[in-house]
């Protein structure tokens, strides 16, 4: 090998071990934005998993109950929360929430007409607050009825066909209008049905003027829409007024306190529930009955977030 070819195969060899030492060092800093970029989307997954909300609510279909936890759900998912409600009847509602299967209900009429659901659940159950102040259950007729009590039914069971039209079979309207008839003895048969079966039985029976008597509760739409009358308890078969609490499972103020929180601040009048329950008699879809309701309260709904 000529001088000349040496000099030129001594600088080639000198550049390709620059050109190596590049590659070698693109490479280390290549390896290392990758690794900082997967930490950060890994530790990106991990706040928004911290940072998810969710919330399972539990309700029985009643008109005022369905009213309360639509609104709920609309007021949680403007707080950040991703909701779920699931409907049942009385008692697995308390069942699901002894077993947490539910964080919480809007729907617990207390302390009568679901006495024997709390007294079996209540003890693995947290009361959290009273949402709904006065609310009364008790045999409902048209104003059009001529009789006034409870005691006066034995006389006129031809006039009501000896039936009593009720809901749904595990609601506690239901066994304790069982213990009004043992208490009164009456010779009627109490019929199951359902919220919105019974409504359409006295709306019919209402637009034909017949006789009819019904479970029924106080807030209901029927009551706007129609002219009805509280047949008298003077035996107090069906005792003082209940209230409406928010029940949640145990351990559920420690495991998410924001929402322990809100669930707490909720409560309001007949009025507002009223108002939501009259559009879902009218046809209006459950969620926009509560949205509406929102629209018009937005205070209240900042004030059970916690904004103000």
């Known amino acids: 090998m000529e001088f000349t070819d040496l000099m030129v195969f001594i600088i080639y060899s000198k550049r390709c071990d620059k050109m190596k030492r590049g590659i070698k060092a693109l490479t280390v800093i290549l390896m290392l934005a990758m690794l900082i970029m997967v930490s950060g989307c890994t530790d990106q997954g991990t706040d928004e998993a911290i940072d998810k909300k969710e919330a399972t609510i539990g309700y029985v279909l009643w008109d005022g109950e369905i009213a309360s936890t639509n609104v709920m759900k609309l007021v949680l998912e403007e707080a950040g929360y991703d909701v779920e409600i699931i409907s049942v009847d009385a008692g697995p ?73 009720g809901i749904d079979p595990g609601a ?50 029927a009551f706007n829409r129609f002219d009805l009358k509280y047949l008298e308890d003077p035996n107090g078969a069906y005792g003082e007024a209940d209230h409406v609490e928010t029940l949640a499972r145990k351990g559920l103020a420690e495991d998410d306190p924001e929402l322990y929180e809100i669930i707490s601040r909720f409560q309001w009048t007949h009025e507002d529930i009223q108002s939501v329950m009259t559009d879902l008699a009218a046809g209006v879809p459950e969620e926009e009955a509560a949205q509406n309701w929102i629209d018009a309260n937005p205070e209240k709904v900042s004030e059970w977030i916690g904004e103000n």
């Not at 679901?114 to 159950?125: H, P, S």
């Not at 609310?135 to 001529?146: D, E």
């Not at 010779?187 to 637009?207: K, P, T």
């Open 93 to 165: 509602l308390y069942q699901g929430l002894a077993d947490g299967r539910f964080d919480f209900t809007t729907s617990a009429w207390l302390p009568q007409t679901q006495e024997n659901y709390w007294e079996t659940y209540g003890d693995d159950i947290d009361s959290v607050a009273v949402n709904l102040e006065d609310c009364r259950i008790g045999l409902v007729v048209p104003t059009y009825v001529t009789i006034d009590s409870i005691d006066e039914l034995n006389d006129n069971k031809e006039q009501f066909n000896g039936e009593i039209i």
């Open 172 to 221: 506690g309207i239901m066994s304790t209008t069982e213990n009004a008839i043992d208490n009164y003895g009456l010779d009627y048969e109490l019929v199951a049905s359902s919220g919105a079966g019974m409504a359409a039985e006295l709306q019919n029976s209402v637009a034909d003027e017949e006789w009819i008597v019904v479970t029924l509760w106080t807030p209901h739409w």
